[in-house]
């Protein structure tokens, strides 16, 4: 039985589609987050933001009550204006936020120096703030670079 036309392109139009498929989404992919941050995801970010302001207000009222750590209500700081970052898209606003991270690093390294300093915690510890900083600091300049 001899096949028609159809039947032998099949094949290859099923291959032609899926390479499309894929074209297509290596492409938009590629894209920067600007351009594909819909209006979910950025619902989702708002969210995460309240949340973490709440969480920032919770964890200050109990640190000024002595129950949480300075360390704590620093990192929970940190997080806050990560997602803040994330929506952010004015340079200024960006780097703004990348200040305010690096001053919050830079105190929580005093801090843990001091800590260091009176044993009551190990140099790793100091060394893992040091680094954190200088990511926060990397970013800093980053920004810096992209709005000039």
Known sequence: MQKSGFDMRWPALLVLALVLVVVTHRESAGQPPETVVTGEIEALQRQRVDTLRQLVDELQVRHEHGIVADDV????????????????????????????????????????????????????????????????????????????
């Open 73 to 148: 209500l620093i990192r929970a700081n940190h997080r806050l204006l990560a997602a803040e970052l994330d929506l952010a898209r004015e340079p200024a606003e960006r780097i703004d936020i990348c200040r305010r991270q690096l001053d919050l690093f830079q105190h929580l390294e005093a801090l843990t120096s001091a800590r260091f300093e009176t044993e009551t915690i190990p140099h790793s510890d100091v060394l893992e703030i040091q680094a954190e900083r200088m990511l926060v600091e990397i970013q800093l300049l980053k920004e810096q670079a992209a709005a000039e």
